[in-house]
C-alpha cells in the first residue's frame, strides 16, 4: 500500500478526477491503481483567489514506487485485541464518556463484562434533562450538559481532532465510531467533527454493542466511596436511588470526566494522590458565520457549498508573560448553558452536523495556575473555576442567565447596555453586564490584548457587536490523578483514564487514553 500525499485539487473534483491526478502522479493508468481510497482532505485557503482542497490517496499498484517526499509505502494498523487475564471479578468502569465508552468496550472485547457505573442519564432521557434546562432553567445536578451517558462531549461539535500521535489506539477510535454511525468523512478530513445531533446515535450504538458483548450499564448511580487495605481496592461504594450498596472492585477505571467536584472531593479524601494542574478560564466569543466565512475563504470562496462553515484556531504569547488561544470552536453553532451545580453559571460550545446556525462561536481562553488559585492545595483549580462559575450566577441574575458584553464594550472597559446585530444563542438568556465583575483583572486584561492581537490574524475578530458570554471553566480538568507506568494510582487496582483524570483534552485523546490503559493490562 501506498499513500500519497500533496494532491491539490478543485473544490468541484470529482472521486474520478482525484484517481486520474493520483495515477499521474505514479506513471500509471487510473485502472491500475487497487484499494483506492482518500486517507486526508484538507482545505488550502491562503489564496483566497484560489482555494482548494488538498488530498492524501491510500492505493496499492503493481507498478514499482519509489518512496519520496509525497510517497509512502504503508504498513497495514495493527489490529488491538485485549487479552486480558480473568480474576473472577467484574471490572467496573465510573464514567460512561469517550473514556469510559471505550475503557468499557476494550474490556468487554477482553471478555470480561465490566459494569459501566454513570451518575446521569442515559443519553436520549438526559437529552430532553438539558433542554429543559436550556429552556426552562431546571437543573439537574446530576444528570446535565456535563454528566450522563457521552460525557460532555456529548454537547459539543463531537469534534475529533486531536494532537496526540496518531497509532493503534486513535486508529480503533475512529473505526468503532464510523461502525456506530458516525459519516465515513471522520476517516479521512483534517478537521473531522461528527455533530451533536448525531452523537446520541452513536453512544447508544456503543452502549448496545457493550451490552452485546456482556457488559453492563447502571446509570443514575454515582461512586462514592472506595473501600481500601493495605493500599489497594477492595470494593466501592455506589450510590443510587437514594440507596447505598457496595461492589466487590479489583480493577476500577476512573473515567469521571472534568466536572466530577464532589468525586475529585472524595478520592482525595480516600487517600489518592492528585496534583494541580494548570487549564484555562475566560469566556466564549461569537461571531456571525458569514463574518468568519469572508475572512477566511475571502468574498470568491465564502459562499461556496463545498466548504461548509469556516472554523479558526488563534493563539497569541503576550508580554505580560500570559497565552491566549480560542478552543472549541463551533462552526455554525450556539453558545450552550453547561452548568452542573447549583447557583452557577458555565457556557460551553455547540455544532449540529450541519453547522448551519448563524453564528459561530468558540471559547476564547487565558492560562491559569497555581499562582492565581492562590494555593497549593490539590483541589484549588476547582475551587478557582467555582469561583467565577458563582460570579457569573450572580452577574447573569441569579437565574442561569450569563453574563454577556459586546467586544466593543469589552474593549473600551464599559458596560454593555444592550446588544448589536450579533445575535447572542445562549439559552435560556443573557443579561447585558460588564464582564470585569465577573473575571480577575489579569484574565479580563490579558482578553483585551489578545482580541486586538488575534484581529490582525482573523480580520473581524475584534467587531464591536461581536458577543461575548461568560464563563467557560471547563476547558480541562483542574487536577491529575496520578497514575505510574502500571497506569495504577498509589492504590492498587484503581487506573485513572481521560481528561478527568488529567490525561486527555477531547473525544479522540480521552478514548485513546482508555483503550492505551486497558491495554497495558493485556501485558499482566
Given at each position: 500500500?501506498?499513500?500519497?500525499?500533496?494532491?491539490?485539487?478543485?473544490?468541484?473534483?470529482?472521486?474520478?478526477?482525484?484517481?486520474?491526478?493520483?495515477?499521474?502522479?505514479?506513471?500509471?493508468?487510473?485502472?491500475?491503481?487497487?484499494?483506492?481510497?482518500?486517507?486526508?482532505?484538507?482545505?488550502?485557503?491562503?489564496?483566497?483567489?484560489?482555494?482548494?482542497?488538498?488530498?492524501?490517496?491510500?492505493?496499492?499498484?503493481?507498478?514499482?514506487?519509489?518512496?519520496?517526499?509525497?510517497?509512502?509505502?504503508?504498513?497495514?494498523?495493527?489490529?488491538?485485541?485485549?487479552?486480558?487475564?480473568?480474576?473472577?471479578?467484574?471490572?467496573l468502569v465510573i464514567g460512561s464518556g469517550p473514556a469510559g465508552m471505550f475503557a468499557g468496550l476494550a474490556l468487554a472485547e477482553a471478555g470480561l463484562k465490566?459494569?459501566?457505573?454513570?451518575?446521569?442519564?442515559?443519553?436520549?432521557?438526559?437529552?430532553?434533562?438539558?433542554?429543559?434546562?436550556?429552556?426552562?432553567?431546571?437543573?439537574?445536578?446530576?444528570?446535565?450538559?456535563?454528566?450522563?451517558?457521552?460525557?460532555?462531549?456529548?454537547?459539543?461539535?463531537?469534534?475529533?481532532?486531536?494532537?496526540?500521535?496518531?497509532?493503534?489506539?486513535?486508529?480503533?477510535?475512529?473505526?468503532?465510531?464510523?461502525?456506530?454511525?458516525?459519516?465515513?468523512?471522520?476517516?479521512?478530513?483534517?478537521?473531522?467533527?461528527?455533530?451533536?445531533?448525531?452523537?446520541?446515535?452513536?453512544?447508544?450504538?456503543?452502549?448496545?454493542?457493550?451490552?452485546?458483548?456482556?457488559?453492563?450499564?447502571?446509570?443514575?448511580?454515582?461512586?462514592?466511596?472506595?473501600?481500601?487495605?493495605?493500599?489497594?481496592?477492595?470494593?466501592?461504594?455506589?450510590?443510587?436511588?437514594?440507596?447505598?450498596?457496595?461492589?466487590?472492585?479489583?480493577?476500577?477505571?476512573?473515567?469521571?470526566?472534568?466536572?466530577?467536584?464532589?468525586?475529585?472531593?472524595?478520592?482525595?479524601?480516600?487517600?489518592?494522590?492528585?496534583?494541580?494542574?494548570?487549564?484555562?478560564?475566560?469566556?466564549?466569543?461569537?461571531?456571525?458565520?458569514?463574518?468568519?466565512?469572508?475572512?477566511?475563504?475571502?468574498?470568491?470562496?465564502?459562499?461556496?457549498?463545498?466548504?461548509?462553515?469556516?472554523?479558526?484556531?488563534?493563539?497569541?504569547?503576550?508580554?505580560?508573560?500570559?497565552?491566549?488561544?480560542?478552543?472549541?470552536?463551533?462552526?455554525?453553532?450556539?453558545?450552550?448553558?453547561?452548568?452542573?451545580?447549583?447557583?452557577?453559571?458555565?457556557?460551553?460550545?455547540?455544532?449540529?452536523?450541519?453547522?448551519?446556525?448563524?453564528?459561530?462561536?468558540?471559547?476564547?481562553?487565558?492560562?491559569?495556575?497555581?499562582?492565581?488559585?492562590?494555593?497549593?492545595?490539590?483541589?484549588?483549580?476547582?475551587?478557582?473555576?467555582?469561583?467565577?462559575?458563582?460570579?457569573?450566577?450572580?452577574?447573569?441574575?441569579?437565574?442561569?442567565?450569563?453574563?454577556?458584553?459586546?467586544?466593543?464594550?469589552?474593549?473600551?472597559?464599559?458596560?454593555?447596555?444592550?446588544?448589536?446585530?450579533?445575535?447572542?444563542?445562549?439559552?435560556?438568556?443573557?443579561?447585558?453586564?460588564?464582564?470585569?465583575?465577573?473575571?480577575?483583572?489579569?484574565?479580563?486584561?490579558?482578553?483585551?490584548?489578545?482580541?486586538?492581537?488575534?484581529?490582525?490574524?482573523?480580520?473581524?475578530?475584534?467587531?464591536?457587536?461581536?458577543?461575548?458570554?461568560?464563563?467557560?471553566?471547563?476547558?480541562?480538568?483542574?487536577?491529575?490523578?496520578?497514575?505510574?507506568?502500571?497506569?495504577?494510582?498509589?492504590?492498587?487496582?484503581?487506573?485513572?483514564?481521560?481528561?478527568?483524570?488529567?490525561?486527555?483534552?477531547?473525544?479522540?485523546?480521552?478514548?485513546?487514553?482508555?483503550?492505551?490503559?486497558?491495554?497495558?493490562?493485556?501485558?499482566?
Amino acid at each position: 500500500m501506498l499513500r500519497l500525499n500533496n494532491l491539490s485539487l478543485p473544490l468541484d473534483a470529482k472521486p474520478e478526477q482525484i484517481k486520474h491526478v493520483a495515477a499521474q502522479k505514479l506513471n500509471c493508468q487510473p485502472a491500475q491503481l487497487n484499494n483506492f481510497k482518500i486517507s486526508k482532505k484538507s482545505v488550502d485557503a491562503r489564496n483566497k483567489n484560489n482555494v482548494h482542497f488538498v488530498y492524501s490517496i491510500d492505493c496499492s499498484t503493481e507498478n514499482n514506487i519509489i518512496a519520496n517526499k509525497d510517497i509512502e509505502l504503508l504498513n497495514e494498523p495493527e489490529t488491538l485485541r485485549f487479552k486480558i487475564k480473568d480474576d473472577g471479578n467484574r471490572p467496573l468502569v465510573i464514567g460512561s464518556g469517550p473514556a469510559g465508552m471505550f475503557a468499557g468496550l476494550a474490556l468487554a472485547e477482553a471478555g470480561l463484562k465490566p459494569i459501566i457505573i454513570e451518575r446521569g442519564a442515559d443519553v436520549d432521557t438526559r437529552h430532553s434533562q438539558v433542554e429543559l434546562f436550556w429552556n426552562k432553567s431546571t437543573l439537574n445536578t446530576e444528570s446535565n450538559v456535563q454528566f450522563g451517558e457521552g460525557g460532555a462531549g456529548t454537547f459539543s461539535d463531537g469534534k475529533l481532532m486531536t494532537g496526540i500521535k496518531k497509532d493503534k489506539f486513535t486508529h480503533k477510535v475512529m473505526q468503532e465510531l464510523y461502525a456506530a454511525g458516525a459519516p465515513e468523512e471522520i476517516l479521512y478530513l483534517a478537521k473531522p467533527h461528527i455533530g451533536t445531533d448525531n452523537l446520541r446515535k452513536i453512544v447508544r450504538n456503543i452502549r448496545h454493542k457493550i451490552i452485546s458483548l456482556g457488559g453492563e450499564y447502571r446509570f443514575n448511580s454515582k461512586l462514592c466511596g472506595l473501600i481500601i487495605k493495605n493500599e489497594k481496592l477492595q470494593a466501592v461504594k455506589i450510590c443510587s436511588e437514594d440507596k447505598i450498596y457496595e461492589l466487590t472492585a479489583s480493577k476500577l477505571f476512573l473515567a469521571i470526566g472534568h466536572s466530577a467536584r464532589d468525586t475529585f472531593e472524595m478520592l482525595l479524601k480516600s487517600g489518592i494522590y492528585m496534583q494541580q494542574k494548570p487549564f484555562s478560564v475566560g469566556a466564549r466569543i461569537e461571531h456571525k458565520q458569514s463574518m468568519i466565512n469572508i475572512a477566511q475563504y475571502g468574498k470568491k470562496y465564502a459562499d461556496s457549498p463545498y466548504l461548509g462553515a469556516a472554523d479558526y484556531k488563534l493563539a497569541v504569547h503576550l508580554p505580560n508573560g500570559r497565552s491566549a488561544y480560542t478552543f472549541c470552536m463551533c462552526p455554525g453553532g450556539c453558545v450552550v448553558a453547561a452548568a452542573s451545580e447549583k447557583g452557577r453559571v458555565v457556557t460551553n460550545g455547540m455544532s449540529e452536523f450541519a453547522r448551519d446556525k448563524a453564528n459561530a462561536n468558540a471559547a476564547l481562553l487565558v492560562g491559569v495556575d497555581n499562582k492565581d488559585f492562590g494555593s497549593d492545595e490539590p483541589l484549588a483549580g476547582m475551587y478557582f473555576q467555582r469561583r467565577l462559575e458563582e460570579a457569573a450566577f450572580c452577574a447573569g441574575g441569579k437565574n442561569y442567565f450569563a453574563p454577556a458584553q459586546l467586544v466593543g464594550d469589552f474593549l473600551q472597559n464599559k458596560a454593555s447596555k444592550h446588544g448589536g446585530d450579533v445575535l447572542p444563542s445562549y439559552q435560556p438568556g443573557v443579561v447585558w453586564t460588564d464582564l470585569r465583575t465577573v473575571l480577575p483583572h489579569v484574565i479580563h486584561e490579558t482578553m483585551c490584548i489578545s482580541i486586538c492581537e488575534m484581529a490582525k490574524k482573523l480580520h473581524g475578530f475584534d467587531y464591536y457587536d461581536a458577543v461575548l458570554t461568560g464563563v467557560e471553566t471547563r476547558s480541562s480538568s483542574p487536577v491529575r490523578i496520578v497514575r505510574d507506568e502500571t497506569m495504577q494510582c498509589n492504590i492498587r487496582g484503581i487506573y485513572p483514564c481521560g481528561e478527568g483524570a488529567g490525561y486527555a483534552g477531547g473525544i479522540t485523546s480521552s478514548a485513546a487514553d482508555a483503550l492505551k490503559v486497558v491495554y497495558s493490562l493485556c501485558n499482566e
